[in-house]
C-alpha cells in the first residue's frame, strides 16, 4: 500500500484581475494520479462578477488517505472559512430536475459539487457530461444507493467500487475521488476501503432535507436557518427532489444578499477504478442501452425512501427489495384494471429488483 505523507490544499483565491494560490497542509495520506478530472485553474469569467453569489475561490483537495471533511465527526472543516459554503447534490442525476438546478446555478454563475448514483448515471450518461462540462465537480454516492450501514461488507464492497466504475464509464474521464455514505450510513469497512483507495468522504454540516416535502419554501426556511446560525459549512440537497429545484434559485439570492461566498471543491487527481468492476459497469451500460431506448428519458422518476432500510442485511444480504423505488429505466407500470361493477385496483408490479445486475449482485 502507498506510504503516508502530508497532503496539501491548494487555495486558489480569484479577484477580477488574477488568481493567487495559497498552500496549506492537512495530515492525510499520499499519492496522486496523473489526470485530473478538472483544472482547478479554470473558473468562468462571471465568478468573480459582484452582481452574482459566484465562486470565491476553489480548493483543490488531495484526496490521499481517505481524508473526512465536514459533519459532526471529527471531520475537518477549517478550509472554510466565516461565510462559506459548499454546495453538494446528491443521487442524480435525474435530467428534469438536474437542468433546472444547472440552469440556477449558472444564473449566479456558481458551481457545485454532484455526488451522482452509479444506476442514474447509467441511465442518462449524456446528463453526467454535461453536469461535468459546465464546470461542476462529479463524485460518487454508490451504484444503487444502499444502506451501506446495514449492508455486509462483500455487497456494500461491488455497490461502492461499481459506482465508481460506472458514474467514471458515464463520464468519459476520471471522476473526484469524493464520496459519500447513502443515508449518511456509515460503513467501518468501506471507510477503511475508501481511505485504502485514497477517496475523501464528504458529510454535511447543514441538511435540506428536501425529501420531507415538496415544498420549496420550507426547504428555503430550513437551509438558511442553519446556515444563519452556524455560518458556514458543506450543503446537502438533492437534485432529484422537485422542492429544491423549487428552493435553488430563491436561496442562492439570499445567500447572495447575506454576503455568503462559495467555495467549489475540487480534487488534485482522479479516483482510480477496479478493472473488475470496469468489466461490469460496461456490460451493465450495454444491457441498460436495449432498455432506455424504449423509455423517454423525460418519462424517468426516482424515488428514495426517507430514511435508511436495511434492517437483517448486515449478513451481506441486498438491500435493494427494502427501497421503495421506481428506477430510472424501469418500464412504464401498468394502469390499474378497473371493473365497471366492482371497481378494482390491480396494484402495480414492483420493480425492486436489477434483471441485467443479477449476475454482480446475486451472491
Known sequence: MRKHMVANFNYLIWSACCAVVITATFGASTASLAQA?????????????????????????????????????????????????????????????????????????????????????????????????????????????????????????????????????????????????????????????????????????????????????????????????????IILFHDIQPSTVGAIKGLLDEMYRKGYKVVHIVPKAGAETVAEFDDAADKLFSAKAKIVLNKPLADRSVVWPVSPSGAGAGNGESVLSQEQEELPWAAPKAKPAVKKAKPKVVAPEQTNSFPWTSPFFDN
Open 37 to 233: 478530472p478538472i483544472a482547478a485553474s479554470q473558473l468562468p469569467a462571471c465568478a468573480s462578477d459582484g452582481s452574482v453569489l459566484g465562486v470565491s475561490r476553489i480548493v483543490e483537495i488531495d484526496s490521499t488517505g481517505g481524508p473526512h471533511f465536514g459533519g459532526e465527526k471529527g471531520a475537518r472543516l477549517d478550509f472554510l472559512a466565516d461565510r462559506e459554503i459548499v454546495l453538494t447534490f446528491d443521487d442524480g442525476p435525474l435530467r428534469a430536475y438536474t437542468r433546472r438546478v444547472l440552469t440556477a446555478l449558472a444564473d449566479h454563475c456558481t458551481l457545485g459539487t454532484f455526488f451522482m448514483v452509479g444506476r442514474m448515471a447509467a441511465a442518462d450518461p449524456a446528463m453526467v457530461s454535461e453536469v461535468a462540462a459546465r464546470g461542476h465537480t462529479v463524485a460518487t454516492h454508490t451504484w444503487s444507493h444502499k444502506n451501506l450501514g446495514a449492508t455486509g461488507t462483500a455487497k456494500a464492497k461491488q455497490d461502492f467500487e461499481l459506482g465508481i466504475s460506472a458514474i467514471t464509464l458515464a463520464n468519459g474521464r476520471p471522476i473526484a475521488p469524493f464520496f459519500r455514505f447513502p443515508y449518511l450510513s456509515e460503513n467501518k469497512s468501506i471507510d477503511a476501503l475508501a481511505q485504502q483507495r485514497n477517496i475523501a468522504n464528504f458529510w454535511i454540516d447543514i441538511d435540506s432535507k428536501d425529501y420531507l416535502s415538496k415544498n420549496a419554501s420550507a426547504v428555503h426556511r430550513r437551509v438558511m436557518s442553519q446556515l444563519d446560525a452556524r455560518r458556514k459549512g
